[in-house]
């Protein structure tokens, strides 16, 4: 069977620039698109998401602002947002946008409530103006708009197929991940050349978190620690610093754009800077760099498959690491059985890593995914494994992905509501 269609399709669809944490940004393309369908002076703006949602904006920087989180995320979509633009809704604000939005949220009208019995996946924003009210509801990706209400009339309605997730050609779960890793490989680079544009996209922003002080700055310290001599200056190093140095600049809420994969620009920078970071140090060229950066994406968007869009524990490290791993693993000239020991040796290594929400410490866990995939390839090409029956690592790659979707799904089910009563906790402490 013939994958390339295929591939090319999922690709294309997974892979997209955003501009922010997709988190906040798919709350403020809600209330981007209620706002547009009754517009006027805005009143009121009210927000119901699940947990996920709730946990992954809860302190991420806002692009174009110095603020974070969810209140001033829906004020500025109602306010600036350009619902067209769908996860760049942001990329048109200004100072004034961001005064009027900050005016609606310290006159307390934005209301946050989280909602985990609609779907695993849910955002609905009420915006109420002086023309009456819009709704928009957005399930199961960042984008996708299911629902749209003005006035009670129902102007767009496709909940039944979000809930369903009936679109089957981009249902990966009846694939093997090696046949569609083998097709890529077969590809011609014209049907994969558009994937560069998320190598250069990730690596201007990191070059950007490496100027200027972001976060913690992980990423200029790892640079600083490497000009001092403490640090070597190899490859895995290198990786690390770019990677951390991204997400220090995104989630202190750089006003770049980053390529996204799977529906986070986290699993964006963590699939892509690795791979981008090992190929132009080992001298490969363009044709190799953009198979393996498909290899990256197509491994993570399978992953993501199995454990859930968002998750318990760090789709960075789980999903996107092992998507990094595998393109690297490419590079070095590894094949079928150096990418099953590859994506064993990821699973076996950092599945426990917990999602405590979007945030500048973010920074840390991407560089250790990043660090890991380097690891793990290394190792894999060199023959070294988890061997089957160690832990959740199961006999081949379909196992253990599923081993891993398991785990996360099943296992981790309380963790969420665990983390978001800790971050509540934190916020009445620091107010008090």
């Known amino acids: 069977m013939q994958y390339e269609k295929f591939n090319k399709n999922v690709l294309k669809q997974e892979v997209v620039l955003a501009l922010g ?52 995320a829906a ?92 679109k089957v050609e981009y249902d990966l779960k009846n694939y093997r991940l090696l046949d569609l890793i083998k097709c890529i490989e077969e590809m011609e680079y014209d049907e994969l050349e558009f994937l560069l544009e998320g190598a250069e996209v990730n690596i201007e922003i990191a070059e950007e978190g490496l100027k200027n002080s972001y976060g913690m700055e992980i990423g200029k310290r790892y640079r600083k620690m490497i000009e001092e001599g403490i640090l070597s200056n190899d490859i895995q190093n290198n990786i690390i610093m770019m990677t951390a140095a991204a997400s220090d600049a995104r989630m202190a809420g750089c006003f770049m754009p980053v390529m996204s994969s799977a529906g986070s620009g986290n699993h964006g920078i963590t699939a892509i800077i690795p791979v981008a970071v090992c190929s132009k140090l080992l001298n490969k060229d363009k044709i190799t760099l953009v198979k393996a950066l498909a290899i990256s994406h197509i491994t993570t968007i399978y992953i993501k498959q199995f454990t859930g869009r968002l998750s318990s524990v760090c789709g960075c490290g789980v999903a996107a ?37 979007a945030k500048p410490g973010c920074a840390i866990k991407l560089s250790t995914a990043a660090a890991a995939a380097y690891k793990a390839a290394l190792l894999a090409n060199r023959g070294v494994y988890v061997p089957c029956g160690n832990g959740i690592v199961g006999c081949d ?36």
């Open 321 to 357: 690491g092992v998507g990094a791993a595998c393109g690297i693993c490419y590079l070095l000239g590894g094949k079928e059985k150096e990418f099953e020991y590859t994506i064993k040796n990821m699973v076996g290594d950092i599945s426990g890593v917990v999602c405590d929400g």
């Open 21 to 72: 944490c997709t988190e906040p940004v798919a709350v403020a393309l809600a209330s981007a698109s209620a706002y547009s369908v009754v517009k006027g002076e805005i009143d009121n703006i009210n927000v119901i998401v699940s947990s996920n949602i709730f946990k992954n904006a809860f302190a991420v920087g806002i692009p174009g602002t110095k603020n974070v989180g969810l209140h001033i």
């Open 75 to 166: 004020a500025l979509g109602a306010v600036g947002g350009d619902c067209k633009l769908k996860l760049e809704v942001l990329k048109n604000i200004n100072l004034n946008h961001e005064k009027q939005a900050k005016k609606i949220v310290e006159e307390g009208r934005v209301r946050i409530d989280v909602d985990d019995s609609k779907a695993p996946f849910y955002i609905r924003v009420e915006v109420y103006t002086n023309n009456g009210l819009g709704v928009c509801e957005i399930r199961e990706k960042h984008s996708n708009i299911v629902y749209l209400e003005a006035n009670g009339r129902v102007l767009y309605e496709n909940r039944e197929v979000a809930l369903s997730n009936s």
């Open 397 to 432: 790659i379909e196992a253990t992905i599923r081993n891993l979707g398991v785990f996360t799904i099943e296992g981790m089910k309380n963790v969420d509501r665990t983390i978001i009563n800790i971050m509540l906790k934190k916020e009445y402490e620091s107010v008090c």
